[in-house]
């Protein structure tokens, strides 16, 4: 089945470290983007990438990093400079301009 | 500044009755319209979207939404809610000549539906 993976689905973290969330999609999509979601803020783009090798910051970038190595990959990493990491991320994936995202199922970061 | 609203933080409806969940934007042209509906700790699903034509647009589960352009709203409907309606939807737009084709999103709406 064609779909959109995230893992871990669960990660704790200590605080000053780095950790990194991957994604993947067989859909073939070109375009992928990571959103954060906290509670009553709706979703916030971090970064998106509607190629392989190149990528643009969104709302939320500072304390990120992403790459876009392969078309079926975007992991994102969540650097210790980002001051309040805790929330639940989601990746996605488009095809053209008039195409829906379509989601994975999130991954949770908890900072302890 | 381009933006999507959704004014009511939760929507309470008895099983069976009408639904309705509310979104306006502020984007300037003709922009593409999305719902979604996001269960627990799950990732989002897509509704149904507004590209052109119709302004009455049905989607997955029963779902429609009415596109108002000069109310610039894109309200979600069923004409009959179930209690596994219950969940977070979110409204999002795509404004026109939009680099990357990435979505503001609503802040959401909480439907619960009783029986």
């Known amino acids: 089945d064609g779909g959109i993976t995230q893992s871990p689905k669960y990660l704790f973290r200590k605080e000053g470290q780095n950790v990194t969330l991957s994604c993947e999609q067989n859909l073939n999509h070109d375009a992928m983007y990571w959103y954060r979601q906290d509670p009553g803020q709706g979703l916030r783009l971090i970064y998106y990438?509607?190629?392989?090798?190149?990528?643009q910051k969104g709302d939320i970038a500072e304390g990120y990093s992403v790459s876009r190595e392969k078309k079926e990959s975007f992991p994102l990493t969540v650097t210790s400079a980002q001051k309040n990491p805790t929330a639940f991320y989601l990746c996605a994936s488009s095809m053209g301009k008039a195409g829906e995202l379509f989601f994975g199922e999130g991954s949770r970061l908890t900072v302890l | 500044a381009q933006s999507v609203a959704q004014p009511e933080d939760q929507v309470n409806v008895a099983e069976g009755n009408p639904l309705t969940v509310k979104c306006t934007y502020s984007v300037s042209g003709n922009p593409y319209l999305f719902w979604y509906v996001q269960y627990p700790n799950r990732g989002l699903q897509f509704l149904l979207k507004?590209?052109?034509?119709?302004?009455l647009v049905k989607g997955s589960y029963g779902f429609e939404a009415e596109f108002n352009k000069s109310q610039t709203s894109f309200h979600l409907k069923k004409p009959s809610a179930l209690v596994s309606d219950s969940a977070l939807y979110f409204c999002?737009?795509?404004?026109?000549?939009?680099?990357?084709?990435?979505?503001?999103f609503g802040q959401g709406t909480e439907l619960s539906v009783k029986p």
């Open positions: 507004y590209i052109t034509g119709d302004n």
């Open positions: 999002a737009v795509r404004p026109p000549y939009n680099q990357g084709g990435k979505l503001i």
């Open positions: 990438s509607q190629i392989v090798n190149d990528f």
